[in-house]
């Protein structure tokens, strides 16, 4: 049983849109990621998934509405709602999800990772 240290881990790291794993709880994943820029259109069939902004600030898109999520909060985002998340600036988030997530969902492109990392 270690500790992790967010700052450390984001420091091993630079590549966006590629999430690292740094831990288990369960059947869950916890990852850390880096954002930038505008992601894609995507849902997850069966795996809800939670956002906690560490550094910068989200935009998460949704069909109906945005939702800005600043340094210290977290959003989530059920199974089966499709979103867009968007980063104008570099955006650190821990990501809390069961470990089947793929980070492109239902979508299958240039940014999907299959095989995460881990730090």
């Known amino acids: 049983m270690d500790k992790v240290n967010l700052a450390q881990k984001f420091s091993l790291f630079d590549d966006h849109w590629s999430p690292k794993l740094v831990g ?11 954002l930038k820029g505008e992601f894609v259109w995507h849902h997850h069939e069966t795996e809800d998934e939670l956002f906690l902004v560490v550094k910068g600030r989200l935009l998460m898109r949704f069909r109906d509405r945005d939702v800005w999520v600043e340094e210290g909060e977290f959003i989530i985002v059920p199974h089966g709602v ?19 997530t793929l980070n492109t969902g239902t979508v299958q492109n240039e940014r999907t990772v299959e095989n995460l990392d881990e730090i």
């Open 24 to 34: 288990t709880v369960n059947n869950f994943a916890v990852k850390l990621v880096k």
């Open 82 to 100: 499709e979103h867009l998340p968007v980063a104008d600036d570099e955006v650190q988030v821990v990501l809390f999800e069961p470990q089947t």
